[in-house]
C-alpha cells in the first residue's frame, strides 16, 4: 500500500536518515532528498550521502523508480552565527546548561523551513526527519512536542499542509537498527554500516562491527551501545 504523496527526506548520510530514507521509500509513492552543509566539523557524511543513495537504488530495485531528486543547501551561515563543538574545532563537553556544547541552536528548526521552502516547490507535503528523544543527546529541538508545533506553524505558515513524520521519535537505536532489518533485511544493515557516517569528528578511520567511526565522540558512543544492544538480543 503506497501514499500518493511525495515525501522529502532530511537525508545527512547517517544511520538515523538513511533509516528514515528507506522507511519513506517503503512507504511514499515519490521521494526526495534534502541536505544541509552548514560548516559541520563532519563533512565528509555529505560525500557518504551521494554514496548511499546510489547503493540503496542499486540494491534495492523496487525503490529505485521512487528515489528522486537530491537537494543539498549551502547553510554555512548557520555555521558562522553558532558557536559550537559541530562547528568549531574544540572539545565536545557538557554545558552549563545541561546540553552538551554539539548543540547548534534551533538547527531542526532552521533545517525543516528550508526543507518545507523545497517541498513547497517540489509539490511534497510530507517532510521525514530521523528526530528521537528515546537515545539521544538531549536537544530540545528533537522534542515531539517542538516537531508537532513545527508542523502546525509550516502548514499555517504556508497555507498547505506539511506532515512532519518522525518515524524513530520513540524507538532506542537498538530498535532502529530492528525497523531497518524489516525494512530491508540483513542488506540493508550492511549497507548502513559500511556507507553511512555518524563521528561527530568526521573520521571514518577503522571499520568497527557497527561502522566506521573514532569509536569515542558521543555519536560513535550511541551508534556503538544501539547497535551492541541490537545484536545481543
Ligand atoms: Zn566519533
Redesign the pocket.
Known sequence: MSDARTALVLFSGGQDSTACLAWALERYARVETIGFDYGQRHRIELDCRQTVRRELAAQFPQWAPKLGDDHLLDLSLLGQISDTALTQDRAIELQANGLPNTFVPGRNLIFLTFAATVAYRRGASVLVGGMCETDFSGYPDCHDNTLKAQQVALSLGLATPMTIETPLMWLSKAQTWALTEQLGGTALNELIIEHTH??????RGQRHPWGH?????????LRRAGFETYTST
Open positions: 555518524t563521528c561527530y569528528l568526521g573520521e567511526g573514532c569509536g569515542t565522540c558521543p555519536a560513535c558512543a
